[in-house]
């Protein structure tokens, strides 16, 4: 009895000591994620993601690794200019907590605070569309932070041409990882028409 006493008083104090930390938090002291919260706080969404606001986050969190392979001119083009850099960032958030055992393998559609929606799905681990997630529900108390190996682009799938028309007619909106000069040009064009 007395066991169960110490373990259940230890489970209670890792528990809430895990959710007394925000999203943002759980970004900032993961190592792997520098770069990306690097990035949040040079576009200034550190500071949305802190607010007392009244519903949580689902952040898709690209790893170092997604950043140091990321090719040269997507790092010239976009992540370094704060109006692309912003908006590309923009994608991988979402309102809302969906951790990997609200996701079924139905696929869903959720939308990011750029206002895209974002197709989720889980088959043995959680999907968005294209990519898997490497490491999934990372806990904070306004929210649960994803990590992805890849910097994400979501796109009406019209304008991807790995899709075949038959695909797009199911799936009008594609995300993948952000490679190609022809991806990095529809992104920076879709991001000057919208704003």
Same mark, same amino acid.
């Given at each position: ?5 110490? !373990? ?5 104090f890792?528990?809430?000591?895990? *959710?007394?930390?925000?999203? #943002?938090?759980?970004?900032s002291?993961?190592k792997?994620?520098?770069?990306? *919260?690097?990035?949040l706080q040079? &576009?200034?969404l ?16 690209p790893?170092?690794?997604?950043f140091n392979?990321a ?10 200019d704060d109006f692309?850099s ?6 991988h958030?979402?309102?809302? @907590? ?5 996701v079924s393998? /139905?696929i &869903? +559609? /959720?939308i &990011?605070?750029?206002?895209k929606?974002?197709?989720i *799905?889980?088959?043995?681990? #959680?999907h ?7 490491k999934?529900?990372l806990?904070?108390n306004?929210?649960?932070? @994803?990590?992805?190996?890849?910097i994400? !682009? ?7 041409d790995?899709?075949?028309d038959?695909?797009g007619k199911?799936?009008?909106? +594609?995300s ?7 991806e990095?040009?529809?992104f920076k ?5 919208? *704003?």
């Amino acid at each position: 009895m007395r066991k169960f006493l110490v !373990f259940l008083c230890l489970t209670v104090f890792f528990t809430n000591k895990s *959710y007394s930390k925000s999203v #943002l938090d759980v970004v900032s002291e993961n190592k792997d994620l520098s770069i990306f *919260y690097s990035y949040l706080q040079k &576009t200034g969404l550190d500071r949305v993601l802190n607010k007392k606001l009244p519903w949580n986050w689902t952040i898709f969190a690209p790893n170092n690794k997604a950043f140091n392979n990321a090719p040269d001119i997507l790092e010239n083009e976009v992540l370094n200019d704060d109006f692309f850099s912003k908006n590309i960032f923009m994608d991988h958030i979402m309102t809302g @907590h969906k951790t990997s055992l609200d996701v079924s393998e /139905q696929i &869903t +559609t /959720q939308i &990011t605070v750029s206002n895209k929606p974002l197709q989720i *799905y889980k088959s043995k681990k #959680l999907h968005v569309k294209d990519m898997v997630v490497v490491k999934e529900n990372l806990i904070g108390n306004n929210g649960v932070v @994803h990590i992805i190996d890849c910097i994400m !682009f979501v796109q009406p799938s019209k304008d991807d041409d790995r899709v075949s028309d038959a695909i797009g007619k199911n799936f009008p909106i +594609t995300s993948c990882c952000m490679q190609s000069e022809n991806e990095i040009s529809a992104f920076k064009n879709a991001a000057n028409q919208r *704003y």
